[in-house]
């Protein structure tokens, strides 16, 4: 597993090194901005938002304020990771409003992007759908992954939304974009929609075409983005098909990716876990391990949670 995580740790540093060429910044922020960046990706959250906080100071001390669009993004992630999607929303809602000053294609799409996925976290699918649709129709994208990315969204909100042929045309479209690109999580995503959707149409070879495909993605991320919630209905799907062996090791694969990268709000991983051994009957010392366990993650979140309340709370009365 060390050996996994490192390579998956060089690869978060190959993706982040090429993002330096796509953002053009104030030479005075670039330290700040891309130490917040880095520390983001790694799961600091609170040392990221201290170097944002820092680019954002510059920014106004020295009256450049087309450079706080990716500011105001980056506390919006920040917002996002610690559930606090009004939070999220408002930061982004600044964003929008130096986009307007500066406006540029590629900024509009990955904030409507970013808006899009709040409304996914909070299942407002509706709301989110316009705002992918706002990618969406742009002509002539400059960016091929924004687009690729923005149709993932969609197929889940249409999916969710129980429009599962709009939801197919979508994820195979993404697909399509993504193939010769190293957007190994957001594939994963595509083919986890389809298991779950060809599930619910009792496509059970497709399903299990699909599943495979998942699984030679698990290892591909370092870490599980967004609310691992979103994982339980194709966690129930295996458990259905009594893929036991398959499910006890992406649950663990999964805890351990996450206590690896320091990421507290992994407990929802820790409740299916002891869930499944319930279930299983099995050894009742392993259940109070995974109760140790659980507690010690969901204090240590109590913990950040508060102290980003606190610098959020903070820098909220600055601006």
Aim: charged share 35%; net charge positive.
């Amino acid at each position: 597993m060390e050996k996994q995580i490192d390579k998956l740790r060089e690869r978060q540093i190959e993706i982040f090194n090429r993002q330096k060429d796509d953002i053009i910044l104030p030479k005075e922020i670039e330290k700040y901005y891309w130490n917040a960046i880095f520390n983001n990706i790694q799961g600091r959250y609170l040392e990221a938002w201290d170097e944002f906080q820092k680019s954002y100071e510059i920014l106004k001390k020295n009256k450049k304020s087309e450079g706080l669009f990716y500011i105001y993004i980056g506390m919006g992630l920040i917002a996002k990771e610690m559930e606090d999607y009004m939070g999220a929303l408002d930061f982004f809602d600044r964003a929008g409003a130096i986009l307007r000053k500066y406006p540029d294609e590629k900024r509009y799409c990955i904030l409507q992007n970013n808006i899009g996925e709040i409304y996914l976290c909070i299942r407002s699918y509706r709301k989110a759908i316009v705002h992918f649709n706002r990618v969406n129709n742009l002509k002539g994208k400059k960016d091929k992954g924004i687009n690729g990315i923005e149709l993932l969204n969609l197929g889940i909100a249409y999916r969710k939304l129980g429009k599962l042929k709009k939801a197919r045309q979508y994820l195979e479209s993404a697909l399509e974009i993504m193939k010769d690109r190293k957007y190994y999580k957001e594939r994963e995503l595509v083919y986890e929609n389809l298991v779950c959707m060809e599930y619910q149409l009792k496509n059970y070879r497709k399903v299990v075409f699909y599943l495979a495909k998942v699984l030679d993605y698990m290892d591909t991320s370092l870490y599980i983005e967004g609310r691992y919630e979103e994982k339980g209905e194709l966690l129930q799907i295996l458990y259905e098909l009594e893929e036991e062996d398959v499910l006890i090791k992406w649950l663990w694969n999964d805890y351990q990716k996450n206590e690896k990268a320091n990421r507290h709000s992994n407990c929802r991983v820790i409740c299916d876990m002891a869930i499944f051994y319930v279930i299983k009957k099995d050894s009742k010392e392993l259940l109070s391990v995974l109760y140790d366990k659980y507690h010690y993650h969901s204090k240590k979140y109590g913990e950040l949670v508060k102290e980003y309340q606190k610098k959020s709370a903070g820098f909220q009365r600055k601006i």
